[in-house]
């Protein structure tokens, strides 16, 4: 993970943070072609009810939709938390390259359980396990504190009857 990776990711942070404060979960992602483009950026919009409007889900259909094979195959997706097995499932599918996570699977389910969350309805799986052939780097130890602060301010808003 170098400097740039780094940059995106903290524009990943920034779309979660979007997300949170439109009442969704704090999740953002970025599409970046190979030769550094942004091409789309997207947060979280469960909020509404449709529990599969996951960043990493909604930008694996825009690639499949407005990208050739190879330029997928040479993208990189950028994202706040490591991809769920359904987005992990859509990127390979779609073919899509690299992914790049600021905060992994693991540490979400570790400040889940500790804010007493109820446990997520889907198996918590690292992306290798559901595509194995995906390169994957993360999690970036710079921004843990500024996610651990997003998902307890989630969780709080939660707890108090809010968003």
């Given amino acids: 993970m170098d400097d740039i990776d780094r940059r995106h990711l903290i524009r990943c942070v920034e779309l979660a943070e979007a997300a949170l404060a439109s009442g969704n979960d704090p999740f953002g992602s970025i599409l970046v072609a190979a030769n550094g483009t942004v091409l789309r950026e997207d947060y979280n919009r469960a909020g509404g009810g449709d529990e599969t409007r996951h960043p990493e889900f909604e930008l694996a259909r825009w690639a499949a939709g407005n990208m050739t094979p190879e330029a997928r195959a040479g993208a990189t997706v950028y994202t706040s938390g490591e991809h769920c097995p359904m987005c992990s499932a859509a990127h390979a599918w779609v073919g899509l ?14 400040w889940r359980t500790a804010l007493g969350a109820p446990p997520s309805p889907v198996a918590v799986l690292p992306i290798e396990a559901i595509a194995p052939g995906v390169r994957v780097d993360g999690p970036e130890p710079t921004l843990r504190e500024r ?4 998902h307890l301010r989630h969780h709080e808003a939660k707890r108090a009857g809010g968003r």
């Fill in 97 to 110: 390259g690299r992914i790049v996570y600021a905060v992994s699977a693991a540490q979400l389910v570790e």
């Fill in 147 to 150: 996610m651990k602060q997003l």
